[in-house]
């Protein structure tokens, strides 16, 4: 049971009103971010407009400021974008869905200068305004905005969508506008693709970097945003009207052989019942030789040819994917479709084939994402000289997978990474390796056959032999 000090809605109850008031303004003193919040709960106790009115001078704040947010101040920045996003979705839009929509679209052209003063390298921002793009189709939808008049705002904010803050915007949209609206969108982004972009004289051209062939020029590069632009907002009005040919229409020929491409196009052209033209978009690929086929366009041909009820030349397809690739999604594939013992064969043929894949790491990887440990560890254990000790993406978690049950394998990851390190002379990485041998230290006291390796004592032997002038390792090592 809970004690009188633990930290709970009824705990704090019981300290009555005056004091959690007092307790409040002591907890919001030098804290922006904490009283922007009382004061929002304020507002909201008086009238949803009051509320609105907070917000629509919080977001008018946020546009002003010139202060770079830089890594550390981009979570205090997100809380606060959070705070007043959910603030007109949860509180504004169920009162007053109109008002509730002019401010989510002011949250979304706050965008622009915000993105310009700040660092999102993490991606935490924009996933802000993405979601609010989201909410906006539904509040649009819920206040009955003209369809026009919707129209022309998307299209306007798409033409300055520079950092990607508007990029979901017309499938958000979609149900908003209705197709009396997608198709004034469309014919919107049809005028503006018909319009002459004015070429500046040849003294007025900005160069904006330089490749191989010469100078990069402003216009040339604006020209093919405009165009790219476009493209990519008729596809989308295709998708929300479910025209599959309007879709293809808009990639250019050149670009169909692309799997990426060919892959996307095959994929609505089987939810559209349209399997065989799927299978011919999807054999415009050259794949023959090629190591580099994506994933997508592989899972797209399996799809197509289920749909056409040729499931065995899907298996067939699939294992042959699994060989070359060693992708685990394609034997989950594959076995998921076999009966019963059929699977579990299966299952033992992939491991047996992984085992003996040219690439032992990938093959390790495999082992990771099935998962099976007691595999990896065999691996491991047979193919230790095969392991790439700068690949330490993999190694890292390789090791705490296997430092549970298989301490020796652990050990033998662990070096792969130390000895890569010290050889190559990687100094940035000392903290690491110094860290990888404690843990072989550690590992140690639990194996009792080092097999065909070195115990560890005899291993940091030979790495003080020869390794013994890099101090700044050593220094690191405890």
């Not at 506008?177 to 900005?206: C, I, Y």
């Not at 699939?318 to 989950?332: K, P």
Request: proline fraction near 3%.
């Amino acid at each position: 049971m809970a004690t009188k000090t633990t930290l709970n809605a009824k705990n704090l109850e019981a300290l009555g009103a005056q004091r959690l008031a007092e307790l409040l303004i002591e907890i919001s003193t030098g804290s922006a971010a904490h009283k922007r919040r009382l004061r929002m709960e304020l507002a909201g106790n008086h009238s949803s407009a009051e509320v609105a009115r907070e917000v629509r001078k919080r977001l008018s704040s946020i546009a002003r400021a010139k202060t770079f947010i830089d890594w550390r101040k981009v979570k205090a920045t997100k809380t606060d974008l959070e705070t007043q996003r959910r603030t007109i979705v949860e509180t504004i839009a169920p009162d007053d869905p109109v008002q509730a929509f002019e401010l989510i679209w002011q949250f979304l052209t706050i965008a622009d200068p915000l993105f310009e003063r700040s660092d999102d390298s993490s991606g935490s921002l924009i996933q802000s305004f993405h979601q609010a793009g989201t909410d906006a189709g539904i509040i649009a939808k819920a206040a009955k905005i003209d369809a026009d008049v919707l129209a022309e705002k998307v299209f306007k904010a798409f033409q300055d969508n520079g950092y990607g803050q508007f990029d979901r915007l017309i499938t958000a949209m979609a149900p908003a506008l209705g197709n009396e609206g997608l198709e004034r969108l469309k014919a919107l982004f049809v005028a503006w693709s018909k319009e002459a972009m004015e070429k500046p004289a040849k003294n007025d051209r900005r160069v904006m970097g330089w490749s191989s062939a010469g100078a990069i020029y402003e216009d040339e590069v604006y020209g093919s945003r405009k165009d790219l632009t476009v493209r990519i907002a008729l596809q989308e009005i295709a998708d929300a009207q479910g025209d599959v040919d309007a879709y293809i229409a808009q990639q250019p020929e050149k670009t169909r052989g692309a799997p990426m491409v060919a892959a996307d196009i095959a994929n609505r052209l089987v939810s559209a019942g349209r399997a065989e033209e799927a299978l011919a978009a999807l054999d415009k690929v050259e794949t023959k030789g090629r190591q580099d086929v994506p994933f997508e366009w592989q899972l797209a041909r399996t799809e197509a040819l289920e749909a056409l009820e040729r499931n065995d030349e899907a298996q067939a397809f699939r294992w042959a994917c699994f060989e070359q690739s060693l992708n685990d999604e394609h034997l989950r594939a594959y076995v998921r479709r076999l009966p019963d013992f059929d699977d579990i064969e299966a299952e033992e043929r992939g491991y047996a084939f992984a085992q003996a894949f040219p690439d032992a790491n990938r093959a390790l990887y495999f082992f990771l994402r099935w998962p099976s440990p007691a595999k990896a560890a065999k691996l491991v254990t047979e193919r230790a000289t095969e392991l790439d000790g700068d690949l330490y993406e993999l190694m890292t978690p390789a090791a705490e997978v296997l430092s549970t049950r298989h301490p020796l394998a652990a050990t033998i990851v662990l070096r792969s990474m130390i000895d890569f390190t010290l050889e190559s002379g990687r100094s940035s990485r000392y903290k690491h390796a110094a860290r990888h041998l404690a843990e072989c230290r550690s590992l140690a006291s639990q194996i009792e056959d080092f097999d065909s390796i070195k115990p560890h004592d005899a291993y940091v032997a030979d790495l003080k032999r020869e390794h013994g002038r890099k101090s700044g390792f050593w220094s690191l090592v405890l």
